[in-house]
């Protein structure tokens, strides 16, 4: 019921406070399951401050338009790409309906066709409802890495865009993205890269080290990456990315907003009013992190997903699906639907309706939190 009059600010936030004592939070180190994490410190201070900076209406907030374009350029430059376009938007769904569209719109074919993993996220069901395109899936190899044969062979005169994908919401599985790049210039067909998990992980474990294959603009056939601020990158929700390699894309996907206080301006992005400050605060993180401190974060998240994974071996009953390729480590048990409930029981933040429990170590997930849920895990087995 809308009240009638208003209540005091306390008692508001008493209320707040009680309805919010269900939700699990970041900092009890309880959340196991989720791509999100505590925003950084930082990140926090910049939104509060730049909190009424709307990103939809740029001719009032100038400055925030020239630090959103310099974001854009930042992200595009970690993907090695010169001259970025794209922008900040509220997360991995919007960027990748975005990549949809922009192949759709570009393309101009009668009846669409994108392919894609079966290992892909369910936002490119809604940009197939939304656009009216069709999804055609693509096999899994046993790796559970994309079939780069299937996807050639179902390339028809319809297709208008490959997908591939840079650390898969389930097991962090990275595609042959080279190949599949090969095949889409082959073809003259745009590649998108879904790294909304992996664009944040990739670069800087690469730099550690790790046995990744190229996934960026590196690779000609790319032409557009999903990279998503909000999950490896510690921004507030809500921070996606989408990178176009060429204007194009961009401009095919514009429509003129005419009524705004910058004159005549264009906007690609499906929101229309959107927050400043979290393009701020994606600006700021990178600024303060660099590639250094990105790595620093990335480093003890791969180690901790190896140590995890070595310790999920020894308990007898339980496998992992895959050895771990980013920092995602997913297992599976008998009777796992009692397992996934008890853990639940006990508080933890977990899923298992993919078939399996997947374990993100993003920055909040210490190592003390994993050795109570082993303890948990090894009690309830
Ligand atoms: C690979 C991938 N793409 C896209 C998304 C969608 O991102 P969002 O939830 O920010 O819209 C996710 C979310 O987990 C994801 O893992």
Redesign the pocket.
């Known amino acids: 019921m809308f009240p009638e009059k208003g209540a005091d600010e306390n008692e508001v936030l008493a209320e707040l406070e009680k309805k919010t004592e269900k939700d699990l939070t970041f900092d009890s180190g309880k959340i196991l399951g989720s791509?999100c994490t505590y925003p950084h410190p930082f990140a926090r201070k910049i939104i509060t401050r730049y909190i009424d900076r709307n990103l939809g209406d740029p001719g009032l907030h100038l400055g925030s338009r020239e630090i959103e374009y310099e974001t854009v350029q930042m992200l595009g430059s970690l993907l090695h790409l010169k001259r970025a376009h794209g922008n900040i938007v509220s997360?991995?769904?919007?960027a990748?309906i975005l990549a949809v569209r922009a192949f759709r719109n570009v393309a101009d074919v009668e009846e669409p066709e994108v392919i894609l993993p079966k290992s892909a996220?369910f936002?490119f069901l809604k940009a197939s409802d939304l656009l009216r395109v069709k999804l055609v899936w693509a096999e899994l190899k046993k790796d559970y890495s994309v079939n780069v044969k299937d996807v050639e062979t179902k390339i028809t005169d319809n297709t208008i865009g490959i997908v591939g994908?840079a650390?898969?919401?389930g097991l962090g599985v990275v595609d042959d993205i080279p190949t599949l790049s090969d095949i889409a210039s082959d073809y003259g067909i745009p590649l998108h890269v879904?790294a909304?998990?992996g664009g944040f992980v990739i670069p800087f474990a690469k730099a550690l080290g790790y046995d990744l294959p190229d996934f960026d603009f590196k690779l000609k056939g790319v032409q557009s990456i999903?990279i998503?601020p909000?999950k490896m990158g510690m921004v507030p929700i809500p921070a996606?990315g989408i990178i176009f390699r060429e204007k194009k894309f961009l401009e095919a996907i514009s429509i003129p907003a005419p009524y705004l206080a910058g004159g005549k301006v264009w906007q690609a992005t499906i929101t229309g009013t959107r927050p400043g400050a979290n393009a701020l605060a994606v600006w700021a993180m990178i600024k303060h992190l660099g590639f250094e401190g990105y790595t620093k974060i990335v480093k003890e998240a791969m180690e901790l997903s190896r140590w995890f994974a070595s310790e999920l071996k020894k308990i007898p009953g339980v496998y992992l699906i895959r050895e771990p390729v980013l920092n995602i480590v997913s297992f599976g048990t008998k009777e796992l639907e009692r397992i996934e409930g008890e853990l639940k029981n006990r508080g933890w933040g977990i899923s298992a309706h993919r078939g399996y429990i997947r374990i993100v170590m993003m920055p909040h997930v210490r190592r003390e939190h994993l050795e109570k849920f082993l303890n948990d895990l090894r009690e309830i087995l």
């Open positions: 791509m997360g991995g769904t919007e990748n996220h936002s994908i650390g898969t919401t879904d909304a998990f999903t998503d909000h996606g």
